[in-house]
């Protein structure tokens, strides 16, 4: 009977696992924040080594992973949204030199390059006309900024 228990209750071998259910929530709860996983493993009390050997393992759970810092990043987007149609030139001005560096950014300290218009030169009228034009190619269904006062 000892042996037949023994078989049915397989005994694990070596070192306890380091991440647990309570790291495993950490992981989670630091992914949503938008930490890395190298970042979420150093404030959750576990090695680097130790997260990635979990994810490769759990392909499920490095999947939710995935998802979970991804939140933090649309969200993000969609507040800058937010606050252009609300009206924000500051917000305006950052998202137009991200999405349209070759025409927005500015190189270096202050210069400008010959290719670029700084968007401090444009109209409230241009900027709103460049922001709906922009936003009718990167935001699906989004509410128009027709008549907001930039």
């Known amino acids: 009977m000892g042996v ?6 397989p005994k694990k071998m070596g070192r306890p696992s380091t991440v647990t259910d309570e790291v495993v929530a950490k992981l989670e709860f630091y992914a949503v924040q938008g930490l890395t996983v190298r970042e979420s493993a150093a404030v959750a009390g576990i090695s680097c080594d130790a997260a990635y050997r979990f994810l490769r393992a759990n392909s499920d759970f490095r999947r939710r992973i995935e998802r979970l810092q ?9 507040r800058i949204v937010e606050a252009i149609k609300a009206g924000d030139v500051k917000a305006a001005q950052w998202w137009l030199e ?5 025409e927005f950014s500015i190189k270096g300290r202050g210069a400008v390059s ?3 218009k700084a968007v401090n030169d444009l109209s409230p009228e241009e900027i709103q006309r ?21």
């Open 4 to 9: 037949a228990l023994v078989k049915a209750e």
């Open 70 to 78: 991804t939140m933090t990043t649309i969200a993000a987007k969609l």
């Open 98 to 102: 991200r999405k349209l560096p070759e």
């Open 114 to 116: 010959k290719r670029t």
């Open 130 to 150: 460049r922001l709906e034009k922009l936003l009718e190619k990167t935001v699906p269904n989004s509410t128009s900024i027709k008549g907001s006062v930039i």
